[in-house]
């Protein structure tokens, strides 16, 4: 992610694809927690305090400042300031209901910690200015809304966020990766396995990608992509040159329907699929995009049983009749069809 005042923002982890989950969603996971609240609490204190050990480069000499509300985030950042004081860190507590008093501003220290408000706060957030510490979030910037990522007052802007057990909405959209900095999910223990929503990564993608044989030839990695009707050819042509920019061996561009697709001054031709799709394997992959009029809903129905990989659009034939569940789609394809279709209706 890149953040809207031009620093450098992102989400620091190893391994797959990181669940995402809203509020309520995350709510209902403390709820099912097999754990009483105060183990969760140590875990993500301890989270918080690695993390700022690494922001402040050390323990010694330091001074933190905690700014704490009275909900988990606040016993997040009080138990936090524990684990750094027997460290040899100089730690302040401000409650929030003492902010006030504060207004001129906070003292100065090596490191703020904002521990007032997690993901379910509402409301207005305007709290005391920062001066020129550094400011280390707990799970997201106080004020920040945890679904919209919308700002809700004047939120700190965060060098580094802790946020536990999945990213939420609001890190990932609107002022949130702004106010966020770099972002650091963390496993405390909460089982996050029925999340509905993912955030893939570039070096996931890259993952993706099958290693390539010395034996491999250009059939090896060709991608299909079935796109478009008569006059509506242009989006294949796009998906045919993001294919060859990906490393595809060859790409074939079929439009249902039109004999030979009108194509950029750039590119080869391939005429339509009709009485070739199913003839012969030798793509690896699908790319089908829908036209007017369900001209695609037989090529859908063709492609659906060569059993490659396939990405899905929208639907292609345009009225429901091409509906993968009933052409044969494997289960990931039809819900990602079925995801699209309900986020555009």
Sequence with gaps: MASGDGRDAGIGHNGSVIPVVTPQEMADVDAEAPEPAEVLIGRAAWAVAREAVAVMGGTY???????????NNGNDGRVAAGILERRGVRTRIIEVADAPRWAGGLPACDLLIDAAFGTGFSGTWDPPPPGASPVLAVDIPSGIDGLSGEACGSPWHAVRTVTFAALKPGLLQGDGPRHAGVVVP??????????????????????WVPRRDAVDHKW?????????????EGAGWLCARAAMRGGAGYVRVSSPGAE??????????????????????????????????GSGTGTVRACAC??????????????????????GFGAVVWRRWRCHRRCHR
């Design 260 to 293: 030979r697709p009108d194509s950029p001054s750039r590119g080869g031709r391939n005429g339509a699929a009709g009485n070739r799709m199913g003839r012969r394997g030798d793509c690896r992959g699908l790319t089908l995009r829908g036209g007017r009029g």
């Design 186 to 207: 963390v496993d405390i223990g909460l089982d996050v396995g029925r999340a509905r929503a993912h955030l893939v990564e570039d070096h996931d993608v890259v993952a």
């Design 306 to 327: 060569r059993g490659e990989a396939t990405v899905w659009d929208r639907n292609p034939g345009g009225t429901g009749r091409g509906c993968p569940r009933s052409s």
């Design 61 to 71: 000499g330091r001074r933190v400042t905690v700014l704490a509300g009275k909900g």
């Design 220 to 232: 090896s990695h060709a991608v299909w992509v079935v796109a478009g009707s008569p006059g509506m």
